[in-house]
């Protein structure tokens, strides 16, 4: 008879990875599946706000998370997506693209994946100068110009690691007004590498092999910026599709009440994929805990 684990846990980013520990501390037979370990977190540029760490780089973090986790003994299954959860008779059935695995209990802890712009040239020029991560792939960009897509935290954190990096940045930011971190903004409009383009919209990538120009409209007025380089810090969307029995928001998160119950007993959601106020590295860590802990009460109650 197939293994049934009392507890599978989807997604090792912060979220998962601290419900996973909490899991371990509880003696919860605990089964992780993952594509990645570190979510968003190793996605990160410099982080300042998280509690124990006056500095820290997404990536330390992320490592320290998994270092952590790795303590304990329980079951990591990496580089695998989950593609269905389901109720099948007395417990949940969770299918990958190389497996399937059941328990009694799931925490999706899934996190979010980056927007795509959705333009003419974006297919062909993905990972041919057109990224979605600053962290991963800025220092291949040294004195380029380049081009940061965006008016949040997200592209604040990105222009700022360009600006050590690159010969001048582009901010193209669709709103009036940048919308991120008062302290983020201040440093980059102190900087004179860098461009702030408001009501600004891409609509077209142009390259041969490589980008070599983006076409914008700003103003009703069409132009072409020269750039090597092009970083699409848009937003996120929640990696919930495999949920489809879930109670979501229209944007996708699933919905969650303040113990991290979804609307079937027995699938719990925390982090990022959830509708909870705010998405942080050390909101997403306390969600995983307070998963664990309905779970471990969840068990606990069924004869």
């Known amino acids: 008879m ?5 507890l599978i846990i989807i997604g090792a980013g912060p ?14 037979d605990t089964l992780v599946v993952t594509k990645d370990i570190g979510g968003q977190a190793a ?16 990536p330390e973090l992320a490592e320290k998370f998994e270092e952590h986790m790795r303590k304990f003994n329980f079951d990591i299954r990496e580089n695998e997506e989950v593609t269905k959860l389901a109720a099948k008779q007395n417990n949940f059935l969770v299918k990958t693209d190389k497996n399937s695995y059941r328990a009694k209990t799931v925490i999706v802890a899934s996190g979010k994946k980056s927007r795509e712009l959705g333009i003419s ?3 062909e020029f993905k990972n041919k100068g057109l990224v979605y991560c600053a962290t991963c792939d800025a220092p291949l960009f040294s004195e380029d110009d380049v081009a940061v897509i965006g008016g ?5 954190d990105a222009t700022l690691q360009l600006m ?3 010969n001048y940045v582009y901010i193209i930011n669709r709103s009036n007004s940048l919308r991120g971190d008062e302290i983020m903004q201040e440093k980059i409009k102190e900087s004179k590498k860098v461009s702030i383009l408001n009501n600004s919209q891409v609509i077209e990538i142009l390259g041969d092999n490589f980008v070599n120009a983006i076409k914008i409209k700003k103003d009703k ?4 910026l020269a750039v090597q380089g092009i970083f699409v ?3 996120l969307i929640p990696n919930s599709n495999f949920a489809v029995d879930l109670n979501k928001t229209k944007s996708g998160e699933i919905k969650v009440n303040n113990k991290n119950e979804t609307n079937i007993p027995g699938i719990f959601a925390a982090g990022d994929v959830t509708d909870v106020f705010e998405k942080q590295i050390i909101i997403a860590a306390g969600e995983g805990a307070k998963a664990t802990l309905s779970v471990f009460r969840y068990l606990s109650s069924r004869k």
């Open 2 to 6: 197939k293994r049934i684990y009392d």
């Open 15 to 28: 979220a998962g990875i601290t419900a996973a520990v909490y899991a371990a501390r509880k003696k919860i």
């Open 43 to 58: 996605l990160s540029g410099d982080i300042q706000n998280y509690t124990g760490y006056q500095f820290i780089s997404g």
């Open 121 to 123: 040239g974006e297919k």
């Open 152 to 156: 949040g935290n997200s592209a604040l």
């Open 164 to 166: 050590k990096i690159a």
């Open 221 to 224: 007025k069409v132009e072409t």
């Open 233 to 235: 810090e848009i937003g």
